[in-house]
């Protein structure tokens, strides 16, 4: 049980353009998803936080207006980087949380690998 | 100062070694600690949880040390399998919001034949 995917796995993209990620919790009901990023080298920073039919959280830093979460039900969330930038390439990675897993413990989608060029 | 603090290696270690990572955290009234375990170009998995007993899983060691905010992992008998980066991860405590995970870098371990 618990599984997370992620859709797509890999996308690359010519700069300006923009690209929607999801994320679907596939056997539970997620309440809350994370969704992060990694660059290279680096740990995973958290971007936003979204709860099923309301507005994401934005951790400080991170641009509402060009990282766009959806969180429609309580199996999907998406991410749509808009007029995305070479420095937006990048490792992205939801998480997804139900309110019932032991220790409100997140369980992780695959991630999916963006390169703008 | 980072949130959370670990070396980042290498460490390259032969089969069968005992090694052990450390791990510390800024914030003195995180909530929960655990150890991610991290492959080249995945997503973490949850490895275990950290207790302020201390506790064990198989060849997996984990402690903390909430006075010195301090946790470490220890892994006995190391096998090629266990390659990977360690994630070092603290839950927070931010006015109500008891979910948000913070990461460390990770350490990476090469286990050698």
């Known amino acids: 049980g618990a599984v997370v995917s992620q859709h797509p796995s890999r996308v690359i993209c010519k700069s300006g353009t923009s690209v929607k990620i999801e994320c679907r919790s596939l056997?539970?009901?997620?309440?809350?998803m994370f969704w992060y990023r990694q660059f290279p080298k680096q740990s995973l920073m958290l971007m936003a936080t979204?709860?099923?039919?309301?507005?994401?959280?934005?951790e400080q830093g991170v641009e509402k207006d060009k990282f766009l979460i959806n969180h429609a039900s309580l199996t999907l969330s998406t991410l749509t980087v808009t007029s995305a930038h070479p420095e937006d390439s990048s490792f992205y990675i939801c998480?997804?949380?139900?309110?019932?897993?032991?220790?409100?413990?997140?369980?992780f989608g695959p991630g999916t690998r963006l390169t703008v060029l | 100062r980072k949130e959370v603090e670990q070396d980042p290696g290498p460490f390259n270690v032969p089969e069968g070694a005992t090694v052990a990572f450390n791990c510390t955290y800024s914030?003195?009234?995180?909530?929960?600690f655990f150890w991610y375990r991290q492959d080249c170009r995945k997503e973490p998995k949850l490895l275990m949880s950290?207790?302020?007993s201390g506790n064990e899983d198989g060849r997996f060691t984990a402690q903390l040390n909430r006075a010195s905010q301090y946790i470490s992992l220890l892994i006995r008998d190391s096998k090629l399998s266990d390659s990977a980066t360690y994630l070092c991860?603290?839950?927070?405590?931010?006015?109500?919001?008891?979910?948000?995970?913070?990461f460390g870098t990770g350490t990476l371990l090469a286990v050698q034949p």
């Open positions: 914030n003195s009234a995180s909530q929960s």
């Open positions: 056997d539970f009901q997620a309440t809350t």
């Open positions: 950290v207790y302020s």
């Open positions: 991860v603290v839950r927070d405590f931010y006015g109500g919001a008891t979910n948000k995970l913070i």
């Open positions: 998480s997804a949380s139900a309110a019932i897993a032991r220790h409100n413990e997140q369980f």
């Open positions: 979204s709860n099923e039919g309301s507005k994401a959280t934005y």
